[in-house]
């Protein structure tokens, strides 16, 4: 067996307010709390550094990119990365990123994983984007990400770490089975997912009492169909009048939910995972070498 021992690091409400320090000691106490609990790894939810900015409409650029991190680590987060060394945990951690490239400045909703020696071993840019790109007036509460994010470049990609193979993907991506299958077709025994999920979705309110079971059911499915165990971290209740979902789980590649947070707020949720246990779904039913019939898929990859 190769067991991984993982906590799931639920996030309460994040304060608008709420100076970054402050924030990245509450990841510093759970960082503590698993490694206390003998955690190799503690998964952070998305955007984890700052409230869910995205469900406001600003005026000004410079009002957004407040919120992003023009380094990583930063003047605030070396603290969680020196920490990290300290208690050899690694972890993954969700970020609003600014960057230069080739003179033009990039923003992406952004992922890392973090090995035992505060080394970034892998980054990750999320690909679907949900909400929209205009301000629309008529909705409760905004949702920007196509307007303050750029589609992510990076690909759904797999790194060895931890003893595995594995790889990452950001919330909206989560719902999208593409996003599983591209890494499933290259080994990945752990799927790592941060998120910031309201309970309630302007366009279609009518869905927002299945919020938990959709959360799980797309996770489950990831999860068995590409025999991986998949970590889902959340951002959890009212944050700046908006109720997000905590439901944060880790489940086994059989699609069983194994662990999972109760609260709304900052809450680690421990699991002893074994890689080994996605052996048995990757070499019967999803042996996809002998039973995937990609010449029956092309329809999926077209626009
Ligand atoms: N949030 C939500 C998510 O995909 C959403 C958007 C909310 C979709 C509710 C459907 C229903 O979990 C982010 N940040 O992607």
Not at 54 to 74: H, I, K, L, N, T
Not at 131 to 151: C, I, M, S, V
Not at 229 to 258: C, F, H, L, T
Request: glycine content about 8%.
């Amino acid at each position: 067996s190769r067991i991984v021992t993982v906590g799931a690091a639920q996030l309460g409400p994040i304060a608008l307010n709420e100076p970054r320090k402050d924030v990245v000691q509450r990841l510093i106490a759970l960082l503590e709390q698993g490694a206390a609990h003998g955690c190799d790894l503690v998964v952070f939810p998305e955007l984890a550094l700052t409230t869910f900015f995205p469900r406001w409409y600003f005026e000004q650029q410079e009002q957004v990119d407040a919120f992003f991190e023009r380094s990583m680590p930063g003047p605030d987060t070396q603290a969680l990365f020196d920490a990290a060394r300290r208690l050899k945990v690694g972890f993954y951690l969700g970020y609003a990123e600014l960057t230069e490239e080739k003179g033009r400045t990039r923003r992406f909703n952004t992922s890392i994983l973090v090995d035992q020696n505060a080394e970034i071993v892998s980054k990750y840019r999320k690909i679907h984007l949900p909400g929209h790109a205009e301000h629309e007036p008529w909705r409760r509460f905004q949702h920007l990400e196509k307007r303050y994010f750029e589609t992510g470049n990076l690909g759904f990609g797999v790194c060895r770490a931890f003893g595995g193979i594995v790889g990452m993907a950001i919330c909206n991506d989560r719902r999208w089975p593409e996003t599983y299958r591209v890494m499933g077709l290259q080994g990945v025994e752990m799927i790592l997912i941060g998120y910031n999920t309201p309970v309630h979705n302007p366009p279609a309110p009518e869905h927002d009492n299945l919020s938990h079971f959709h959360n799980e059911l797309v996770m489950q499915a990831g999860a068995y169909q590409n025999g991986t165990w998949v970590v889902g971290v959340g951002k959890a209740g009212r944050e700046e009048g908006v109720d997000q979902i905590g439901n944060s789980i880790i489940v086994a590649p059989s699609g069983e939910i194994v662990s999972a947070c109760s609260t709304l707020s900052d809450e680690l949720s421990i699991a002893r995972c074994d890689l080994d246990l996605t052996v048995s779904y990757k070499s019967s039913v999803f042996n996809f070498s002998k039973h995937r019939e990609p010449h029956a898929y092309g329809m999926i990859v077209e626009r």
